[in-house]
Each structure stands twice: as C-alpha cells, then as structure tokens.
C-alpha cells in the first residue's frame, strides 16, 4: 500500500469521525423541563417529551423513562421540530443536465454525495430535511429527492422512502438561457424566449398524454402490440397520474399563472412554485388550485426577473390561505432559517406559529411527509432540535439536533473534539507528500465548503462555469 493512499484512508478516516455519526443511538430518551414549540398544538412550558424507538412517544409534564434512557435536561432552553429546507441542492456532485430542454428521464439520486460537510453544517443549524432538486437550466428537469441528513451514514440511509415522488420544472430566463453562452458555429438550445419555455413544457405533457393512452389501450387489450418504454415520459405520466409532485422553479406571476393553467388542462396539481418572488398577484388563483409557494423572506433584485418583491409576500399568501415555506437555496443561507422565519412576523405580523411552520410544518406538508415529521406530536419520528434560545433570536444556536432519535449534533461534544481534529490535521499534513514548499496541504478536487451556484444566480446556464442550479 503506497503513502498517499495510507493518506487518503486517514482523511477519510477523519471526515467519518465520531460526530459524523448518531453520536448516540438510545432507543430511549427524555428531553426534560424545556420550553416546546410544537407547530401544531402551540407552546408548552416546562414540558418534557419521551422518545422512543425513534418516535415521540409522550409529550407532557414530569414524565417518567426508563432506568437505561438518556436523560437531557433542558431547562431553561427551547425545543422545535427539525427546520426543513423545501429547496435545496445540497450534498450533490451534479445540478443540471443541461443539453435537453426537457430531462425528466434524470434524477439526482445518482448524483448524492453523503460526504459533503455541508450536512453536518446543516444539523448544526438545526436543519434535519431537505428536498434535494435538480438546477433550473430546464423547462422540466430530472426527479428530485427528499432526504434527512444523516451524517455519516451510508448513502442508502438518506432518501425517505415514503416520500412522493417529484420533479424540478423551471421558468423564466434560466431555461431559456439568458444568461448562457453560445459557441461559434452551435446552434442555440430551443426554447430562447419565455412563450418557448411554456410551449416545450405542453408538448411535453401533450406527448406523455399520448404515452399514457397507448399503455392503457395496451392493458385493456385494445392493441397487442406492447408500447416501447420512453424513460422522459414516465415520469410526466406519473404526474398526470398524481403519483409525482411539480416544484417550478420561477419568479414573475404572469408565468407562473400559466403554468398553473397547464396544470389545469392535464388535470394535475403543481405542488410548489418555487421561489415564487411575485406570488403575491396572484395569490387568491395560487389558494384555489392548492398549490404551495416556497420563498425567500427578503432576497431579490439579484437580476432583472427578481426586482417586483416585496417583503411582505409570506404574509399575503399566508393570509390568502396558501401553504407557504421558508426555502434557502443555498449551503450558506440553509444555516440561518431560523432568522428568515423570523422576519415574517416584523413584515405583516405573521403569529409565531405559523411562522415556525413556514420552516418546519408548512415544508414537510409540501413534500408530502408531514405524518411523519414538521411538528412535535406524539407518533411522529422524533426530528428535533434543542436551542439555548429563543430560535427566532439572533442569538440563540442549536444545542442538539436529533434525527429519529438519534443526536446527529451535539455542540458540547464538537468542541471538546475541535482540539483533538486539529492534532489530526496537524499529523496528516505532516505526512503529505504533496504538500507545497511554502506550506499548506494539497489543495483537494472539490472543497466542500466552496459556494454553489445557485437557482437565483446570473451564471452561465449551458454549464460552462460550473454546477448551475
């Protein structure tokens, strides 16, 4: 075995470290005397909540566990449902597959990468879920998935497996590529304008319609000749069907009003308009439809499509009865939801409540897997996060972040570890052959750290400038 592959396994030896994992797996746990913010059934003082088997099994006061149960005493301290991202592209190696207008046969389940130290950061911030999207270069773009971000263990643990199935659409300039590049003597991707976009994305439901009827003549007997599968159309027929959800990314109400119109004419529901930065107009035609909206709080005016928001657009689709959720985007921006959440109650006095719901409850309904986690009920998986605050303060930060259970962070137990990965690093650099004159180490392939492109960018859209969303 060679010196930089002893190297290698070390690293990776250090990225799976003892907080990579659950740092404890007890099937029974009781968080004692904190103050719960439940999302469903208000605020709750002095109240303990028993976990078990990585469910919660008691919420009340001077609850008694077992003689072997963890035992965590938060007095003086808040509890909330772990915070879930609707809109995330998170922990993947890959965004767009931009070459097709329409790319509904991929899927960023292939592109998952359990490594990326951007979960971690996440469950540090209290983020527990996430739906991880395809970018936005195309009009329909692949399937999505809906994870929890279970650091440090197997890639195959991530995916929730009950949660529907969905797909990325998106509007507007990036799938029709205004601010991509064109080579000399290459002929521009169809669609290049915003009545394209609408067109590639009927055709494509006009075609899966198709689709659907020579399958359903086929089982009913009417043809003997059995369809040949077509891998971009299954997906839309799902949709059809209602078997798989829409999340549309886009920004001006007059498109995302035709997408609903769409939606309309194949007789399903959009599940999400992302984004969603002029929902507002048309938020009484968003209610009817029982369509979501999943938005930033207060970004905009990053490009021209995104100038026409105004901070109080949760607040009008709250009030007009929309399931609106708070979404970041971004690796960064996934870390202070808390704070977004809050600052809908300083623009519209949105209650408290339902202001936690928009990062916990209201997400988890949009992705379909609110019987399961979103709120602090008994029954539910146990998804929580302890803060040493309020955690609509500026101050406050998580303690402890459970997934089912188990403690994915535990701040306590990350300082006291800090001193000793440091000795560590110190020691595998020491041991890196590739190490420059002047100091430092090798720099690696991809740093997990490096800001991602996001949906909201002006990049470049024909992926020539790295992972577009």
């Not at 007789?267 to 999943?294: C, D, M, N, W």
Request: charged share 25%; aromatic share 6%.
């Amino acid at each position: 075995m060679n010196r930089a592959l002893i190297i290698f396994l070390m690293l990776a030896v250090t990225v799976m470290s003892p907080l990579s994992a659950a740092t404890q797996s007890a099937r029974e746990t009781l968080i004692r005397n904190a103050t719960i913010l439940t999302a469903a059934n208000g605020t709750l003082e002095n109240s303990d909540i028993l976990i078990q088997n990585g469910k919660i099994a008691k919420i009340g006061k001077n609850l008694k566990a077992g003689a072997n149960a963890v035992v965590v005493d938060a007095t003086g301290k808040f509890v909330t449902p772990g915070i879930i991202d609707c809109h995330s592209h998170s922990m993947l190696d890959a965004i767009n597959e931009g070459s097709l207008s329409v790319t509904s046969m991929t899927g960023v389940r292939d592109a998952l990468n359990p490594k990326d130290i951007t979960i971690y950061r996440a469950l540090a911030s209290g983020v527990t879920a996430a739906n991880l999207l395809h970018g936005s270069a195309n009009s329909i773009g692949g399937k999505n998935v809906v994870v929890k971000f279970k650091w440090g263990h197997p890639v195959e643990d991530y995916p929730i497996q009950d949660a529907p199935a969905g797909i990325k659409f998106a509007l507007g300039e990036n799938p029709k590529r205004t601010h991509g590049t064109v080579q000399a003597g290459q002929t521009p991707r169809y669609p290049r304008t915003r009545m394209g976009v609408m067109e590639t994305i009927r055709d494509a439901f006009l075609r899966a319609r198709d689709y659907k009827r020579s399958w359903d003549d086929f089982k009913a007997g009417k043809t003997k000749i059995e369809p040949r599968r077509d891998l971009e159309l299954e997906p839309l027929v799902e949709v059809i069907e209602g078997k798989r959800l829409v999340h549309a990314h886009g920004y001006r109400s007059d498109e995302h009003l035709n997408l609903l119109k769409i939606a309309d004419e194949f007789g399903f529901r959009v599940a999400t308009l992302q984004h969603g930065l002029e929902a507002y107009k048309i938020a009484p035609e968003i209610a009817k439809r029982g369509t979501g909206v999943s938005i930033f709080t207060d970004y905009w005016s990053y490009k021209f499509e995104a100038y026409d928001t105004i901070p109080y657009n949760a607040y009008i689709l709250w009030k007009a009865g929309v399931v609106v959720s708070i979404n970041s985007d971004d690796d960064e921006r996934m870390r202070r939801l808390n704070i977004d959440a809050a600052k809908v109650m300083r623009y519209g006095g949105v209650p408290e409540q339902d202001a936690l719901r928009m990062i916990t409850l209201n997400p988890a309904k949009q992705l379909g897997i609110d019987k399961r986690t979103g709120s602090i009920e008994v029954g539910k998986d146990a998804d929580l996060v302890i803060w040493n605050g309020h955690p609509f303060s500026v101050y406050s930060r998580p303690e402890m972040t459970f997934i089912e259970g188990d403690v994915y962070f535990d701040r306590a137990k990350d300082i006291a570890q800090r001193t000793v990965l440091e000795k560590e690093r110190q020691e595998l650099e020491k041991l890196d052959v590739n190490k420059p004159a002047n100091g430092g180490g090798t720099t690696p392939n991809r740093v997990p750290s490096e800001r991602r492109i996001s949906d909201r960018d002006d990049a470049d859209q024909e992926g020539l400038t790295g992972d577009n969303k």
